[in-house]
Structures are given as structure tokens and as C-alpha cells.
């Protein structure tokens, strides 16, 4: 990829040790790395070190003649391409999200119009902490994107959710956002999540998918800049930068967001988990036990819902379809009858028996079956790794039709 210019903002944390690490990748990579250390980030870091590994003048002050003569904040924060936030501390985060600036890293990060990725590192309890939330989810609404933290041994000895990411992935998760938008002009229609169907007023048939495969299918086509759009079924999930989210809750309204969305789009991908039969009729009101003799049963009559994605298929169109195999026996023999029978372009076989993999886990162990009959097998990956892999193969399909 090309060779870009890195601003690196470090903040105070003891993971800023890590940093001269990442500015050593970042330079073999070709980027111009400059840092910006905060005051608290010196305890850590010494700006010599980084001044060394980066070639370049450390920032330190935003009232230092020398340091402003040499460049001042404003065109420091304009000559960035990118800015990284590694260490994000909890303070920093809270200030970025509030457009505190009182410092020279927090006025550059205010000033600065680059893509910015924040990798935080904190205290567990800091990281789960409401307003450290609030704080996080205020960023990702703005396109922040944010890398880790990692769940492991934290440095203050309790142990969870606050280390930094790994230095390799903050640089792999940086060179994603600046590559060549490869789905620009694209439009991705992603489903996501088990539908519920109504029994009555307030029970529901639903399933244990969690909606994370979609998510991250979703999030990865929008990294690549396609215009996403993500039908989800009911979810906890937040919804992933630049992704437009349509929320649904029974199958036959996944049915008509996802027609009516997939009409101008080159990519549609069915990974919710559609119920295939709804209650003939949901009561309006609740069911009271008391109404039925006890010790008697309760019959509910179930009807068929529409097969989405089957519909999707029989429409004419160069659109590249792709569908989502949940089996626990004969995986690969089952999805390649799913793939005929419905006509798809690709089916991301699950095994469901797994216990590492699938429903509400984050990793997935699938299968890539083609209309030839070829299976691919991925290894057990993170969902976001199965996301990148699937959107490689889709972006293959689509350049061959178009
Ligand atoms: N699907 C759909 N509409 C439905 C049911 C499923 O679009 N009413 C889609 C799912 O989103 C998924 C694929 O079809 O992409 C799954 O097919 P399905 O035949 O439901 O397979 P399983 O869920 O694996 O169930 P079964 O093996 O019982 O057929």
C-alpha cells in the first residue's frame, strides 16, 4: 500500500512501552510516523526513543516556541493522514468524546480532519465503567474506529477486558482503513440475527443466533467502502460505523426490508436466522394459564414463512447471492443440496455441533461452498477474519461478472 503520514497520539498508560514497537512496523510499512506525546505518557515512554525509531521531532508541548516554529499544532494536525491513539487512556477517550481540548494531543485530534483509530488500554473495571462506555459508543457513532482492548493479565494485577492491542493488529487494523476502498460504489445488503415471531402479546419463537457473523459482515463491507445497509433481527449489537441499520422483528418484515433494499444492490448476504414457521395467527392478547384445563396441552399451529433468500435467487440479475447453511451433521454434503435447491451463489456453511464456534460465540469455523461443488475450509477464525475472507470471495464473484 501506499506510504501515508501516521500521526501517533500517546497517552499515559503503561502499555505506551509497547509504542516504539508500532512505530518501528509503521516505518517498514513506508509511513511517515510522527508522535505526540501527552504529559502523563512521558512517565512511560521517553519522546527520545520515539524520536529515534520514528525519525522525527516528538511533540510534546503546545506551548513550546521551538516545537510550534518547527510545526505548529494546526498544520500538525493537517499533515496527518491518519491519526492512531495508542495507548487510548479512559481520560483521553472522555476528552475526545467531549472535544475537550486542553493539551497539544487532545486540540490535534480536534483539529485534525484524518481517519482516527483509538486503541484503548485501561483498568478493566475503567473500561466497563458507564461513562467509559458512553464515551466509546459516542466515538463509534462518529467513525472512530476502535481497536482492542484485549482481554488478558492487566498491568494493575486484576485481570479482563484493558490491554492494549497487540502493536501488529493496531498497524493491520490501520493499513484496512487506509487500503483502496475496494467496494466503493457497491451496495451490500447484509442480514443479521434470529427473527422472532409472535405467539402472543408477549411471548415470541426465536432462535440462539447471536447476529455477531452479520455485524461483522456488515462492518467489513462498509470498511470497504460500500454503502451497507444491515437488516437486523433484534440485537444488542451496536451498529458498525457507516453501516445504515434497518431493525425488524418477524421474517416477513426481514422479507420486505430486504426486497425492497436488495433492489439496486450488487451483493446481498443472508446470514440472519430466519425462522421457517411463524404461529398461524399471534393472539393480541396474552395467554393465561388459567384458561386451560391443567394437565392439558397447548397446540400452537405453525405455517411456512417465505424463503428469503430462495426468492432472492430465482430474481434475475448479475447480483451475487450468497446464503448461510446452519448444520450439524454432513456439513458439507447438506450445504451443497441448501446451494442447489436454492440456487445461491456461495454458501457459508456452519457446523452448529461445535462448541468453539457459531451461535453466540465471536469465532466461526465455516465452510465456503461454491455452485461447482467445491468446499473451501476455513480454520476456526475470529468472525471479523471470516467477514474479511467471505467479502474476498464476493468481491471475486462480483469482478467476474461485472
Ligand atoms: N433463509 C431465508 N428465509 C427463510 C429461511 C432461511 O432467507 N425463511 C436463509 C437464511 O438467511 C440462510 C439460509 O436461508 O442464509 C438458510 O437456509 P435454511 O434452509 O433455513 O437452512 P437452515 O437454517 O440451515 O435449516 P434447514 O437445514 O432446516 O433447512
Known amino acids: 500500500m501506499e506510504p501515508r503520514r501516521v500521526l501517533l497520539v500517546v497517552s499515559?498508560?503503561?502499555?505506551?512501552?509497547?509504542?516504539?514497537e508500532l512505530v518501528r512496523r509503521l516505518k517498514r510499512t513506508g509511513h511517515a510516523v510522527r508522535c505526540v506525546v501527552t504529559a502523563s505518557a512521558r512517565e512511560f515512554v521517553s519522546p527520545l526513543t520515539l524520536q529515534t525509531v520514528s525519525a522525527e521531532p516528538v511533540r510534546e508541548s503546545l506551548f513550546d516556541r521551538a516545537e510550534e516554529g518547527q510545526i505548529d499544532h494546526i498544520a500538525l494536525a493537517d499533515w496527518a493522514e491518519a491519526v492512531v491513539v495508542a495507548p487510548a487512556?479512559?481520560?483521553?477517550l472522555a476528552k475526545l468524546a467531549a472535544g475537550i481540548a486542553d493539551d497539544l494531543a487532545t486540540t490535534v485530534l480536534l483539529a485534525t480532519r484524518a481517519p482516527l483509530l483509538v486503541a484503548p488500554a485501561m483498568n478493566v473495571n475503567m473500561w466497563s465503567h458507564p461513562a467509559t462506555r458512553a464515551n466509546v459508543a459516542t466515538l463509534h457513532e462518529r467513525g472512530v474506529e476502535i481497536v482492542g482492548p484485549e482481554a488478558g493479565e492487566l498491568a494493575c494485577g486484576w485481570e479482563g477486558e484493558g490491554r492494549m492491542a497487540e502493536p501488529e493488529a493496531i498497524a493491520g487494523a490501520l493499513e484496512l482503513r487506509l487500503g483502496r476502498p475496494s467496494l466503493a460504489?457497491?451496495?451490500?445488503?447484509v442480514s443479521a440475527g434470529g427473527t422472532r415471531e409472535p405467539v402472543d402479546a408477549v411471548r415470541v419463537l426465536a432462535n440462539r443466533s447471536s447476529g455477531k457473523m452479520g455485524?461483522?459482515?456488515a462492518a467489513e463491507a462498509a470498511r470497504r467502502g460500500a454503502e451497507t445497509i444491515l437488516v437486523a433481527a433484534p440485537s444488542a449489537l451496536p451498529t458498525p460505523p457507516g453501516v445504515r441499520r434497518i431493525d425488524i422483528e418477524t421474517a416477513l418484515e426481514m422479507r420486505d426490508a430486504v426486497h425492497a433494499?436488495?433492489?439496486?444492490?450488487?451483493?446481498?448476504?443472508?446470514?440472519?436466522?430466519?425462522?421457517?414457521?411463524?404461529?398461524?395467527?399471534?393472539?393480541a392478547r396474552k395467554l393465561k394459564k388459567e384458561d386451560l384445563p391443567e394437565g392439558e396441552g397447548l397446540t400452537l399451529e405453525l405455517v411456512r414463512n417465505p424463503d428469503i433468500l430462495a426468492e432472492l435467487c430465482r430474481e434475475p440479475g448479475e447480483r451475487v447471492v450468497v446464503g448461510f447453511a446452519a448444520e450439524s451433521h454432513d456439513v458439507v454434503e447438506a450445504a451443497r443440496r441448501k446451494l442447489a435447491r436454492k440456487g445461491c451463489d456461495l454458501i457459508v456453511a456452519n457446523d452448529v455441533s461445535r462448541e468453539d464456534a457459531g451461535f453466540e460465540s465471536d469465532a466461526n469455523a465455516v465452510v465456503l461452498v461454491s455452485p461447482g461443488g467445491e468446499a473451501e475450509a476455513l480454520p476456526l477464525l475470529p468472525k471479523s477474519e471470516v467477514a474479511r475472507r467471505l467479502l474476498d470471495r464476493i468481491e471475486k464473484l462480483r469482478g467476474a461478472r461485472s
Open 89 to 92: 487512556t479512559a481520560n483521553l
Open 185 to 189: 460504489g457497491e451496495r451490500v445488503v
Open 12 to 20: 499515559g498508560g503503561i502499555a505506551a512501552y509497547k509504542i516504539p
Open 261 to 283: 433494499e436488495a433492489r439496486s444492490a450488487g451483493v446481498v448476504v443472508m446470514a440472519a436466522a430466519v425462522a421457517d414457521f411463524r404461529p398461524a395467527s399471534a393472539h
Open 215 to 217: 455485524f461483522a459482515i
